[in-house]
């Protein structure tokens, strides 16, 4: 292909990159060559793509078109490589909160945690500040259970009912690929009981949570959106994040849909059914973790998981309007993840609201405690609701063993959330502003806002190389995924998979080991760049998508698409969180002149779970006046 070679660009040393406004870095806005193609076309374009001759011919200039070549594969850089997106642990400062003492008793823990809580959450959304719309949390399900307001049987049974008129062909929601009624309303029935003898587990208890299909979760195999990864690879026993859900009684409600494979962002499937949008089922609800941002919604659950590898729990998220949540890589276990994307890829949290996505902080800040000594000292549900709801998700014994939690986790203060001060934003302007009118107005009057109430402030800086980053990560969980599947992909008849799947399958196998070295180059440089912004500002604040959720076209059902153009614009502002290593959190803050979800996305130093939560709890209370309910919408516990 040496008649084909693109100049490669060069690279100069990253410290030697003005990081400032006034830096002189040119932001390239990504131009993808490739038309929007479905049906009977994208099955053409894959046969043209697996010819022997003109395949490697095609695919070689879809990606010198593209700026691979020049920006990655050709490019000269002089940083080394760097494999993985792991941080040392760090005492960062981080201002209102609580680090649990490891010398405390186990009854003193308790009262420190409880101090460090409001009231209620719901206090600090009161006043003018108030929505109409209120989604249901897990302490709203638990409450209701404990004063008998409902029961868990009776919430599983109006769950069934939802999701069967959901699933019926004038909605086909698609939000399920697998869900077993006798399963669900066992576990509701055992749930139930164990209320009505006043011995529930925890606060977790009863409440239903959803599982996207690529965490292992019996009785139900582990698809991962496919027809036939299932059959090479069994599910034995749940991931470790599942297995603690179950421990601490949560009611498992399913397998919810994705874009097969994770490998695209709109969550288009068509062996399973494409995933509508609750606020519009004419539109895309986000990929590759559809099916988990969209249940939770449509009030089906107040959390699910999802698993974020380039913005897959955090686009979804923003496009459904919810809270999507990626902490560190490494804060939670990937053990019983599909291994799709070992060094980018990490279960994250979809949630009804920020209170739901904090209920995952407590149980790192309890280092040593057992959940049953918890239950049995706490005589106010407050605590164990936060608990056990974040012992959930982590990959920890339960039940009267030893927890250990590493690294250190701060809690955040949220009753003194609007006491925080000298809070920075860094926004790097040309980057912020690659998006549609509407989101830029949207995010920008939700920072405006947090200056207002809070009197917290924007940098402007410079992130450079945010193309090159975005194609850097493309090469590298490609490469991945390739090499995760191979052995599976060898005993596989393509015509099991889908269309579009398998144009992303044969990209993903073209890359070389030079294309993968100077991907992680670029990592290098990256992690370099955000740590020298992370001096200026406390977190990075960008909208969560370039694009709110766009048309579901009719031919795109059955052989799923080719849209890079809208693609490339969902993922724009969440490679960072994934490539890095960094946590995430997108939260709501209105609505284009569709009536579609928009989200704002803070981006953190490595363990800087608290100060995110924090600004994402503030983002809320000043935005929720505006939120609104979706079109499809289910109130389980029947109080509207």
């Known amino acids: 292909m040496g008649f084909f070679k693109a100049t490669g ?49 095609v695919v070689y200039i879809l990606k010198k078109d ?45 009262t420190e945690a409880m101090n460090c809580l409001p009231a209620t959450l719901e206090s600090m959304l009161t006043g003018e500040l108030c929505s109409g719309f209120k989604r249901w949390t897990i302490r709203d399900f638990h409450r209701a259970y404990v004063t008998g307001e409902t029961t868990p049987l009776m919430v599983a049974q109006r769950f069934l009912m939802a999701v069967k008129e959901c699933s019926g062909p004038n909605l086909n929601m698609a939000f399920f690929i697998n869900y077993d009624a006798g399963d669900i309303i066992k576990q509701a029935e055992e749930s139930s009981l164990r209320f009505q003898q006043g011995t529930p587990i925890s606060a977790l208890d009863g409440v239903l949570v959803a599982i996207k299909d690529e965490i292992d979760c019996k009785p139900y195999p582990t698809t991962g959106g496919t027809k036939w990864l299932h059959k090479l690879r069994g599910c034995e026993e749940d991931a470790a994040c599942v297995r603690q859900l179950r421990a601490c009684g949560a009611i498992l409600i399913g397998k919810t849909n994705m874009h097969e494979l994770g490998a695209g962002t709109s969550g288009i499937n068509p062996h399973y059914g494409s995933t509508r949008n609750p606020y519009n089922i004419n539109r895309v609800s986000g990929g590759s973790s559809s099916g988990s941002a969209a249940v939770v919604c449509a009030g089906l659950c107040p959390v699910a998981l999802g698993v974020d590898g380039g913005g897959s729990v955090r686009m979804p998220a923003a496009l459904c309007g919810v809270v999507g949540f990626k902490p560190t890589s490494g804060r939670l276990s990937n053990s019983g993840v599909l291994p799709l994307n070992w060094t980018v ?64 986790l701060n809690f955040p203060l949220l009753a003194t959330t609007h006491t925080m001060n000298n809070i920075k934003f860094a926004k790097s302007e040309k980057w912020f502003n690659d ?26 800086v410079t992130v450079p190389e945010i193309e090159e980053m975005r194609l850097a990560h493309y090469v590298t969980i490609g490469s991945e995924c390739t090499a995760s599947l191979y052995k599976h992909l060898e005993n596989t008849n393509n015509s099991e998979i889908g269309w579009d799947t398998r144009v992303a399958l044969s990209v993903y196998g073209s890359f070389s080991s030079l294309d993968y070295l100077n991907a992680q180059r670029i990592r290098n440089r990256q992690m370099y760049f955000h740590n020298e912004i992370f001096k200026m500002a406390d977190v990075i604040v960008t909208p969560t998508t370039g694009v709110t959720a766009y048309p579901l076209q009719n031919d795109a059902l ?59 709890f503030a983002v809320q209370a000043v935005s929720s006046k505006s939120y609104t309910k979706p079109r499809i919408f289910y109130d389980l516990l029947k109080k509207d």
Not at 84 to 109: C, F, G, Y
Not at 371 to 380: E, H, N
């Open 9 to 57: 660009k060069v690279y100069k040393p990253a410290p030697e990159v003005n990081l400032g406004a006034d830096s002189d870095e040119f932001y390239i806005h990504p131009e993808v060559k490739a038309p929007r193609v479905a049906g009977l076309l994208v099955k053409i374009f894959v046969w043209i793509l697996e010819s022997w001759i003109i395949g490697p011919i």
């Open 66 to 110: 593209n700026l691979i070549h020049k920006l990655v594969s050709f490019a000269e850089i002089p940083e080394s490589p760097v494999f993985t997106s792991t941080h040392n642990w760090e005492d960062i400062p981080e201002q209102n909160v609580s680090l649990m003492k490891p010398e405390l008793s186990p009854a003193e823990r308790v």
């Open 345 to 408: 890829g990490m279960p994250g949290i979809l949630a009804a609201t920020v209170e739901d996505a904090l209920i995952t902080l407590v149980f790192l800040l309890l280092s040593i405690v057992s959940i049953k000594l918890y239950y049995d000292l706490a005589c106010d549900q407050v605590l164990l609701f936060w608990f056990c709801s974040y012992a959930a998700i982590c990959n920890q014994p339960l039940q009267g063993q030893t927890i250990y939690s590493q690294p250190e």
């Open 435 to 460: 998006c549609t009118e509407d989101i830029r107005n949207s995010c920008n009057q939700a920072l405006k806002l947090l200056d207002k109430h809070y009197g917290w402030k924007t940098v402007n």
């Open 558 to 616: 059955e052989s799923g698409e080719l849209d890079y153009i809208n693609g490339a614009a969902l993922v724009r502002f969440s490679i960072a969180g994934n490539f890095l290593g960094l946590p995430a959190i997108t939260v709501m803050v209105g609505y284009d002149q569709g009536g579609l979800p928009i989200g704002l996305q803070f981006i953190g130093r490595p363990w800087s779970e608290a100060t995110l939560l924090h600004l994402a």
